[in-house]
């Protein structure tokens, strides 16, 4: 099905930033053995929750602000890379506010980069989701889903 955008006013979208968001995140939540997705944004030393999925069972809302100390998504967006871990891996609930907070034993992130036509790349935040159980292998198989939304 094609969209056909008026020219004038090419500031405007046929699909409204925030409902596409909603809706990829609730994609997410249904496809995937974790139902609290969230894209976070990344500036200076915090991490700002902008967006949490519909279908989220884990308390995480918009507006809420993270050290980037307090939460994985530091090591995503530090390193440019994805990272899965469960309470048994590298980031456990006690040693970040996020998922302590949060009551998440399971994370998944990865980063969300932003290209602008002019200019250089940078990595806008991440795009992470959150489980109150389970194992890092139990999200391996939905990776591309994950990192195709992100992009």
């Known amino acids: 099905m094609d969209v056909q955008c008026p020219q004038e006013g090419a500031s ?31 500036r200076s030393d915090e991490h700002i929750v902008l967006h949490v999925s519909p279908e989220a069972d884990l308390a995480l809302a918009p507006g809420q602000v993270y050290a980037a100390t307090a939460t994985p998504c530091a090591t995503v967006v530090k390193t440019g890379r994805t990272l899965c871990s469960d309470a048994m891996g590298a980031c456990t609930a006690s040693s970040h506010d996020l998922l302590r907070e949060s009551g998440a034993g399971l994370y998944l992130g990865t980063p969300i980069v932003w290209s602008p ?7 806008f935040g991440t795009l ?11 999200l391996t198989p939905h990776l591309p889903l994950v990192l195709h939304a992100a992009s």
């Open 117 to 123: 036509e002019a200019g250089t790349s940078e990595c």
């Open 128 to 138: 992470g989701g959150l489980g109150g159980h389970g194992s890092s292998s139990d």
């Open 12 to 42: 405007r979208s046929a699909v409204h930033p925030g409902t596409l968001i909603s809706q990829t995140l609730a994609l997410l939540a249904r496809s995937t053995p974790l139902n609290t997705w969230f894209v976070a944004r990344s």
